[in-house]
């Protein structure tokens, strides 16, 4: 034993063998003990003269029942030597003495928890500690030692990587100084995404954290965290399974061990999502085309010529804004507002109008009391708001708990979907003071109030069943009275009031189709990849074709008499959206307000239109800013996907449903409608006249 102590007074180097414990035999190269360990935990002995190492396998160490092999190796017949110079990133004194080395193996189960070791051995000197080293490429520390009652065992010191079995299985015992004793480094945590970047729209992948030692030995242990700093690409869940949302993005995912007492140690890993939907903020696309309308008056004391007005369409639109979603939309959603503008330029006036758009793209579930499951990758029109340069406001918002706003569900497939349902909100109001709010039921019946400058109020209440109810007392003293369509064939009365007195009323045959039998239906499909229209005139960087999305919507206003069918046809890129939309709002006109005839309402008689209005609108994307959307692989269309479009807003991205809002407001103003009927002051004269 005196040659241990001037060993440890440094008679001999770091790294150099003590002599054998044993007295006058030199004990065998190495000895080796096996045995079966469980789950349940065990441990191995195995002696080599008067030393005896101990390794103790935890409950819940192994995976399975395996072999856990423990050989100890005399220091003069030790594989490694135990280095005192300076290493890739931590040192083992130069006054280090070996003690022992041995190795472990475990065969039939995966190593889940570290091991723990103990030394039969003497007591360390004053002023010396135990260490137990691992090797890597070199020795180094993986756990502190506690000598007692003749054994120096392992603390299982967290702060440590302990015995992991990796990085080599050689293990040593050893004595150094206190005073060279180092601390324990921190970990390193390193992230990565095994299944590569970008993650598909609604793909997942699954996050993994590794946890080393400065020089590579790993934790078995750690109790890991995940966050995302980027919500607006998807979610982490604890276990690290990052799920994509419906829009492009970069972001971090940074895992955490918040083992105690480790000092929560951390790093951090990209991921990126690419998607058939750009939607990150700042992405910015700009349209051009037309937009004109004509009109023609028919059956009529003089049937005119058509009369047409076109203007040319610029329109940016720029997503502002990405977050969660407020109630009533969709719970697990993420919002996109964006801010639209548009400028239509006529021979004689221009137009600007400018709008906040907003947008949902489902994550999973379904708004609050909504006949409707909103599937993930579903995307919803939270409405607009559009003020134009005449000082007219408008704001549309459709209604998701009575089955409306979707406008498109992703990646696209073919088929048919949906349909939504008519529910919406409607308000405008004029740079006269002039409002108009109407609110739109899920099968397209409606109720409607104006009000004037002068707080006068003039109601419209449309029915389910095809009738209505127009009352204008308050203003001209008119209210008119519309039947269902009733009979065979079918027939409608148009009565008309001027307070209690009958002023007249009319029986015609019904221009409501008879297969009508609700105000709104609407019809939707996806006809796959199809070559773009020459009409749209797409720019070469988009390719020759996307899928062709119609959207077909087929009112009757049992009030003012219009037959109205809409027509929305997109074509879609997988990297950027809508590259072409046209819109064709058709209307035949059946009841005359406007007084140009003589008479308070002037109806058809004979089932014919008295005017036809026609608006038609093309756009085509010019220049797409986004952050870099791939082709996600289309989906096959099951019975559980839930698919549709608003009848108050297009299938596609931003800048389609601003337009579509704009469209529609240049319907109502051709149509006239309300305004410019009941709140005129001539609005009298000889009561009801059809043709």
């Given at each position: 034993?005196?040659c241990?102590a001037l060993?440890?007074a440094g008679c001999?180097g770091?790294?150099?063998?003590?002599p054998?414990?044993?007295?006058?035999?030199a004990p065998p190269p190495?000895?080796?003990?096996?045995a079966?360990?469980?789950p349940s935990g065990?441990?191995?002995?195995?002696?080599?003269?008067?030393?005896?190492?101990v390794?103790?396998v935890?409950?819940g160490?192994?995976?399975g029942?395996?072999?856990?092999?423990?050989?100890v190796f005399s220091n003069?017949?030790?594989p490694?030597t135990?280095?005192?110079?300076?290493?890739k990133?931590r040192?083992i004194?130069?006054?280090?003495?070996?003690?022992v080395e041995?190795?472990?193996t475990?065969t039939g189960?995966t190593l889940?928890?570290p091991?723990q070791?103990s030394l039969t051995?003497p007591?360390a000197?004053?002023?010396?500690i135990f260490r137990?080293?691992?090797f890597?490429?070199?020795?180094d520390?993986v756990?502190?030692?506690t000598?007692?009652a003749?054994?120096?065992?392992?603390d299982q010191?967290?702060?440590?990587s302990r015995m992991?079995l990796?990085?080599g299985?050689?293990y040593a015992f050893?004595?150094?100084?206190s005073s060279?004793?180092?601390?324990a480094?921190?970990?390193?945590?390193?992230?990565s995404?095994?299944?590569g970047?970008p993650?598909a729209?609604?793909?997942?992948a699954?996050i993994?954290g590794v946890?080393?030692q400065p020089n590579?030995f790993?934790y078995l242990d750690?109790t890991?965290?995940?966050?995302?700093?980027?919500?607006?690409?998807g979610?982490?869940?604890?276990?690290g399974?990052?799920?994509?949302?419906?829009?492009?993005?970069v972001g971090?995912?940074?895992v955490?061990?918040?083992?105690?007492?480790?000092?929560?140690?951390n790093?951090?890993?990209?991921?990126?999502v690419?998607?058939q939907?750009p939607?990150?903020?700042?992405?910015k696309?700009?349209f051009?085309g037309?937009?004109?309308s004509t009109?023609?008056q028919?059956?009529?004391?003089?049937t005119?010529q058509?009369?047409?007005?076109t203007?040319?369409?610029?329109?940016?639109s720029t997503?502002?804004?990405?977050?969660?979603?407020?109630?009533?939309a969709p719970v697990?959603?993420?919002?996109?507002?964006?801010n639209?503008?548009?400028t239509d330029?006529?021979?004689l006036q221009?137009i600007?109008?400018t709008?906040?758009n907003?947008f949902?793209y489902?994550?999973?579930?379904a708004?609050p009391?909504?006949p409707?499951?909103?599937n993930?990758g579903?995307v919803?029109?939270?409405?607009s708001?559009?003020?134009d340069?005449?000082?007219?406001?408008?704001?549309t918002?459709?209604?998701?708990?009575?089955?409306?706003?979707i406008?498109d569900?992703l990646?696209e497939a073919a088929?048919?979907?949906g349909?939504n349902?008519?529910?919406?909100?409607?308000?405008e109001?004029?740079q006269?003071?002039?409002t108009?709010?109407?609110?739109?039921?899920a099968?397209?019946s409606?109720?409607?109030?104006g009000?004037?400058?002068?707080g006068?109020v003039?109601?419209?209440?449309?029915?389910?069943?095809?009738?209505a109810?127009?009352d204008?007392?308050?203003?001209?003293g008119y209210n008119?009275?519309?039947?269902k369509?009733?009979g065979?064939?079918q027939?409608?009365t148009?009565?008309?009031k001027?307070?209690?007195?009958n002023r007249?009323s009319?029986?015609?045959?019904?221009?409501i189709?008879a297969?009508?039998t609700?105000?709104?239906?609407e019809?939707?499909v996806?006809n796959?990849?199809?070559t773009?229209p020459?009409?749209?005139s797409?720019?070469?960087?988009?390719g020759?074709?996307?899928?062709?999305i119609?959207q077909?919507i087929n009112?009757?206003?049992?009030?003012?008499?219009?037959?109205?069918t809409l027509?929305t046809?997109?074509?879609l890129?997988g990297?950027?959206?809508?590259?072409?939309?046209q819109?064709?709002?058709?209307?035949k006109?059946?009841?005359?307000?406007?007084?140009?005839?003589g008479f308070v309402l002037f109806?058809?008689?004979n089932g014919?239109p008295?005017?036809?209005?026609?608006?038609?609108?093309?756009?085509?994307?010019?220049t797409?800013t986004?952050?870099g959307g791939t082709?996600?692989?289309?989906l096959t269309?099951?019975?559980?996907?839930?698919?549709?479009?608003?009848?108050?807003s297009p299938r596609?991205?931003?800048?389609?449903?601003?337009?579509?809002?704009r469209?529609e407001?240049?319907?109502?103003?051709?149509?006239g409608?309300m305004r410019t009927?009941t709140?005129n002051?001539?609005?009298?004269?000889?009561?009801v006249?059809?043709?």
């Open positions: 034993m005196s241990l060993a440890l001999q770091g790294g150099s063998n003590p054998s414990f044993n007295t006058g035999v190495s000895a080796t003990t096996s079966a360990v469980s065990g441990s191995v002995s195995t002696t080599l003269g008067t030393q005896t190492v390794i103790t935890p409950p160490a192994l995976s029942t395996g072999t856990v092999a423990v050989t003069a017949a030790a490694k135990l280095h005192s110079a300076g290493r990133v040192t004194g130069t006054d280090s003495v070996l003690i041995f190795s472990v475990v189960a889940l928890k091991l070791a051995t007591p000197p004053s002023g010396s137990l080293a691992g890597a490429t070199s020795f520390d756990d502190t030692v000598f007692a003749g054994k120096a065992t392992t010191n967290t702060l440590y992991s990796a990085s299985t050689d050893y004595i150094e100084p060279e004793a180092s601390v480094a921190k970990p390193v945590i390193t992230v995404n095994p299944s970047n993650v729209m609604f793909g997942t699954q993994v946890e080393t590579g790993p750690p890991f965290t995940y966050v995302l700093d980027n919500t607006t690409i979610t982490v869940n604890a276990a399974l990052f799920t994509a949302g419906p829009l492009d993005g971090n995912v940074t955490t061990d918040t083992t105690a007492g480790r000092g929560n140690p790093g951090a890993g990209a991921v990126t690419s998607s939907r939607g990150a903020v700042g992405d696309f700009t051009a037309t937009l004109s009109t023609q028919t059956n009529t004391n003089i005119t058509p009369q047409t007005d203007a040319t369409v610029a329109l940016s997503v502002t804004s990405v977050g969660p979603v407020p109630t009533p697990t959603a993420l919002q996109v507002l964006t639209s503008v548009e330029t006529y021979p221009t600007k109008t709008a906040l907003g949902g489902v994550i999973g579930g708004a009391g909504s409707k499951t909103f993930p579903t919803v029109t939270l409405g708001d559009a003020k340069s005449n000082g007219v406001e408008y704001v918002q459709p209604d998701p708990t009575k089955g409306n706003g406008i569900v990646p088929g048919a979907f349909p349902t008519a529910a919406l909100t409607y308000k109001t004029d006269a003071n002039f108009r709010s109407r609110t739109v039921a099968d397209g409606y109720v409607e109030q009000t004037d400058a002068l006068d003039q109601t419209i209440n449309t029915h389910s069943d095809l009738s109810f127009y204008a007392n308050q203003y001209s008119f009275t519309i039947t369509p009733t065979t064939p027939k409608i148009v009565s008309i001027q307070g209690n007195t007249g009319l029986t015609i045959p019904s221009w189709p297969t009508m609700q105000p709104s239906t019809t939707d996806d796959g990849s199809t773009y020459a009409a749209c797409v720019p070469a960087k988009y020759t074709s996307g899928n062709q119609v077909t009112r009757a206003d049992p009030a003012l008499g219009n037959l109205e027509t046809t997109t074509y890129s990297t950027v959206g809508p590259v072409c939309i819109m064709v709002d058709s209307i006109t059946f009841y005359d307000y406007t007084l140009q005839n109806v058809s008689g014919q008295i005017q036809l209005t026609t608006v038609s609108e093309t756009l085509t994307l010019q797409a986004t952050s082709v996600t692989n289309a269309r099951g019975t559980s996907a839930v698919r549709a479009t608003a009848s108050a596609a991205f931003a800048p389609v449903a601003f337009a579509r809002a469209f407001h240049a319907v109502r103003e051709k149509l409608g009927a709140f002051h001539n609005f009298m004269s000889q009561g006249q059809a043709l």
